[in-house]
């Protein structure tokens, strides 16, 4: 039931800073974890961060420090900025979004299209 939409992706140099954004279709207020996730060619997808309803975060250990997870008041939409870039974070970018039930089990799980993102050396 939720859309996800991601934008902000591009091409950029080495050292330096993209925003990538998500939109999500509806106001997500009930108990839920909103992730980025990441796939280059040829590698797994991984982990980028994450955020829950209480606003903490998580972040994989070849970003911290450089990516920043957040999201708005109305929490419909989703950010992630990342600075410092380097070529190995080339990669599609996604946002997830996990739904709690009222036992914290998983009940639905989103995902966005994807936005390219191309760090050139």
């Known amino acids: 039931q939720v859309q996800l939409v991601e934008s902000g992706g591009g091409l950029v140099q080495a050292g330096g800073s993209l925003r990538l954004s998500c939109a999500a279709s509806r106001s997500i207020f009930s108990n839920n974890v909103i992730g980025w996730y990441r796939q280059a060619p040829g590698k797994q997808r991984e982990l980028v961060a994450t955020?829950?309803?209480?606003?903490?975060?998580n972040y994989g250990d070849s970003v911290k420090g450089r990516f920043t997870i957040s999201r708005d008041n109305a929490e419909s939409t989703i950010y992630l900025q990342m600075n410092s870039l380097k070529p190995d974070d080339t990669a599609v970018y996604y946002c997830?979004?996990?739904?709690?039930?009222?036992?914290?089990?998983?009940?639905?799980?989103?995902w966005g299209q994807g936005t390219q993102v191309t760090v050139s050396s």
């Open positions: 997830n979004a996990k739904i709690l039930d009222i036992w914290y089990s998983v009940k639905s799980d989103y």
């Open positions: 955020i829950t309803s209480d606003g903490s975060t």
